[in-house]
């Protein structure tokens, strides 16, 4: 059962992977996600006319913090020193969409591709809750890898497939 699958021991025991034998690397990941909003929203966020205060700072914040905690949220994930964490946005006025973006950097034993996904759905989910009292009609989407370097599977660069 654990053939294939690094966090099953051989009985089909959940664990945490032993990276003790590793070596340290320099290590990225950036993930990347989306919310689609309402126009109101959209204006709002822009014009910062939102009564909770500056949404996408606060949203950033609450991603590099979601960053740090990952390994409390994943039940296999490592703590690791998290040397570099950037929240960037981009804003598509015409299809009121926030893009969001995370790129964290480590020298470890394992990567940073979970922080960077948990660093951008934090974000999300802040823009979610600070923005819920105009319109509640938000969509979170697109939540996914879009780079990593570094470890012995070495470099990753997300391209579209045909097969989901």
Same mark, same amino acid.
Request: aromatic letters at 6%.
């Given at each position: 059962?654990?053939?294939?699958?690094?966090?099953?021991?051989?009985?089909?025991?959940?664990?945490? =992977? +032993?990276?003790? +034998?590793?070596?340290?690397?320099?290590?990225?990941?950036?993930?990347?996600?989306?919310?689609?909003?309402?126009?109101?929203?959209?204006?709002?966020?822009?014009?910062?006319? !939102?009564?909770?205060?500056?949404? /996408?700072?606060?949203?950033? =914040?609450?991603?590099?913090?979601? =960053?740090?905690?990952?390994?409390?949220?994943?039940?296999?994930?490592?703590? /690791?020193?998290?040397?570099?964490?950037? !929240?960037?946005?981009?804003?598509?006025?015409?299809?009121?969409?926030?893009? =969001?973006?995370?790129?964290?950097?480590?020298?470890?034993?394992?990567?940073?591709? *979970?922080?960077? /996904?948990?660093?951008?759905?934090?974000?999300?989910?802040?823009?979610?809750?600070?923005?819920?009292?105009?319109?509640?009609?938000?969509? *979170?989407?697109?939540?996914?890898?879009?780079?990593?370097?570094?470890?012995?599977?070495? +470099?990753?660069?997300?391209?579209?497939?045909?097969?989901?």
């Amino acid at each position: 059962m654990g053939e294939g699958f690094s966090h099953f021991d051989q009985n089909g025991n959940a664990v945490m =992977v +032993d990276v003790s +034998d590793k070596r340290v690397t320099f290590r990225t990941a950036t993930a990347a996600g989306q919310i689609h909003v309402g126009p109101e929203i959209m204006e709002a966020v822009t014009e910062g006319n !939102i009564k909770k205060g500056d949404v /996408l700072g606060v949203a950033r =914040v609450a991603g590099i913090m979601g =960053v740090k905690r990952t390994s409390d949220l994943i039940p296999m994930c490592h703590p /690791l020193p998290i040397q570099k964490c950037s !929240i960037d946005y981009e804003l598509d006025h015409d299809k009121n969409t926030i893009h =969001v973006y995370c790129t964290v950097k480590t020298e470890g034993k394992t990567g940073v591709e *979970m922080e960077a /996904l948990t660093g951008v759905q934090t974000a999300l989910l802040t823009i979610y809750d600070m923005c819920k009292a105009i319109d509640k009609h938000m969509v *979170m989407s697109e939540i996914h890898l879009v780079e990593k370097t570094g470890g012995k599977s070495g +470099d990753f660069r997300f391209h579209e497939r045909d097969d989901f």
